[in-house]
């Protein structure tokens, strides 16, 4: 079994804000991250396939057309846009880092996986907010040992 | 003369619009910058003091002490801020790197120059958009050879 | 699952040394590791939560608490400090980086699954001891086709 | 379970072309991967071994001992050579990030292992083509939720 | 006067060699960077030009616009090529870094001074072949001192 | 005239006390950095020689001699060891960044020089303590317009 990324960047406005929740919840909970003008981040994004490579090609995906689907399922949507307000796909959430893995690991999982070698899934997805702060939605570990 | 730089990071929404143009020329001259919703960056500001060390302590200036100026004049106004609407200092100017630097600078003159060995000036004031995008501001670089 | 990770840095001394062995055994294994008069490294230290994120918040953990945590139990004990003679929790033990992501997990762990998401779990503490040389510990991997 | 990496660059001329098929299927397959005249890449490899640390030395191998491995199984062969052309344990197979991570793997799984504490095993092999472009191979994880 | 910089990416071959020198000397010359079958780096390229911000736009220069012109100058003739070979510009030159910033520089000095505010000039190219090995051309400082 | 750096790193130990002062001064000017049983750094040098190229070479310098120079005359001594106890050229000055680059500047002039083309000099010495904490020296930039 081979891993595979293709790490890609994007820069985007956002707020955390629960909008069942008071606002003094929100400012409590969320604090700096809450203002009301919003912030913004240069979000990298890295996208994991795993699989065995191809015999006539020796890929498991050629990264060229795995980074020509990270454009068009989440970078077009989402680059230099408000996370919040501009994209349809994040509707309903609030875009903490933990959720939006998740969100584009939906948007990725069948397009990725159409263009990768015979038997390849998509293992995961990792988002650095900042260099410090970073989420990872990956279906396939299991926490066994607890 | 030694040259000491002090790195830091803050977060903010921004987009890039003169008000004084009609929004067309706005969309044709910033492109995606431009969208309305705003978007944000992980900006990385690198300020430069130059001048001699103190015999005493060896320092141009104390990189502690200057980091709480950094953030007392440049990273509280700005961090989880937006650059257009929430910053006093940077009213009335369009928030490219560019703009920012030359700001950031006159923010930092003095204060720096306060606590920085006797004769020391600040050197420069360089901010990192993104990895690939930077501007740099310092006076004391000449074009002479045009 | 969702793994959320939190960087942070520390700088410290240490010496490589078994206080069990001869000096000359102790120079034949660990070189220039061994040097008496100390070396000391830029660590950079980053500590994984795995667990669902809370419906109310989108947080496996708050990144800034987190954050506290990493502060109050690893970086005020080390930063700044010698491994081998200053740090309460390092005794007797050698101070490679194998050992030292075992001790900060030991002293990690309940107070990161305090402040996370119900069930979450410290999954992971690695440790950069140079950009080149890295040790993590992670209890939940097995190593099952062997 | 402890993890410990050691990473090494080397510099190297590839080009991607299955000599059993025509060439205007590689031109096709690989785009500018199958130029003629080659290109070449800073290769990153990231080398993990898991095992415990041994308890009188704290290691679970000497990374001074690794990186001379490393240096002698891939870097000696590989570092400023044509990978197409050069290297005798690469002849027949098409230089993808994907085959050199497993061919990678096979030169070092018994060197590493002598070198490493009792029971230990080479993990993982990990090769930055780019900054963006990452392949691995990792015969002990498993994707079993399919 | 403000400094604007923008860092693009490109994987070429080449090989050191002075086609007017015999083999030994080329070979005691330049060691290993003169292996017959070529080597290959992941260049970076930093151009930094030096001006005034435009007032209508704040920009000394639009740093998309530099983008294309980098890529049209620089990375079309030399992404993925050989440049001892396939490159029109750097014929009859070594391909050392010193000799392809300057070659760099030439190409792009015209271009870019074309799309800067009015008075700007190409301030500098800098090329990282490696992360460790750096070559900057820049015509405007001087070393006056010596 | 071309600028070329090389980059290179030790691990050392230091701590800052000024022997001429009380114990008090030192704690209250130098903080943690002043801990009686020292820390330490991943220090990152880079050294800039200016010059034309050699038009045999294309060299303005050799890098993997300027790399032996650098690693004899600084990385040997310092590697490893303690600022403050083990290097003779260090002896007498308190170990800020500052202080050590005017040192490293001193003790590779006349070797650097010697392995360079004709007419070249040492421009800078750069030292990165961490990330965020850099000191340069550079005898030939000026600060003209005060």
Redesign the interface.
């Known amino acids: 079994?081979?891993?595979?990324?293709?790490?890609?960047?994007f820069?985007?406005?956002?707020r955390?804000q629960?909008p069942e929740?008071p606002d003094e919840w929100n400012a409590r909970?969320?604090?700096?991250?809450n203002?009301p003008?919003?912030?913004?981040?240069?979000y990298i994004i890295e996208v994991t396939v795993?699989g065995e490579?191809d015999p006539?090609?020796?890929?498991?995906v050629d990264?060229?057309t795995l980074k020509k689907v990270i454009e068009e399922r989440v970078l077009e949507p989402c680059?230099?846009?408000?996370l919040n307000?501009?994209v349809p796909f994040l509707q309903g959430?609030?875009?903490?880092?933990?959720?939006l893995?998740?969100a584009f690991y939906q948007q990725l999982k069948s397009p990725v996986e159409a263009i990768s070698s015979k038997g390849s899934?998509l293992?995961s997805v990792k988002l650095f907010e900042?260099?410090?702060?970073?989420?990872?939605?990956?279906?396939?570990?299991?926490?066994?040992?607890?």
Chains 1, 2, 3, 4, 5, 6 share one sequence.
Not at 93 to 99: D, L
């Open positions: 079994m081979i891993y595979v990324t293709r790490k890609a960047h820069n985007a406005a956002h955390l629960n929740k909970t969320f604090g700096k991250c203002y003008n919003w912030h913004g981040h240069n795993a490579p006539e090609t020796g890929y498991v990264l060229g680059d230099h846009r408000n307000l501009d959430i609030i875009p903490t880092s933990e959720n893995v998740y899934v293992y900042t260099e410090r702060n970073i989420a990872e939605y990956c279906p396939f570990r299991t926490i066994e040992n607890i």
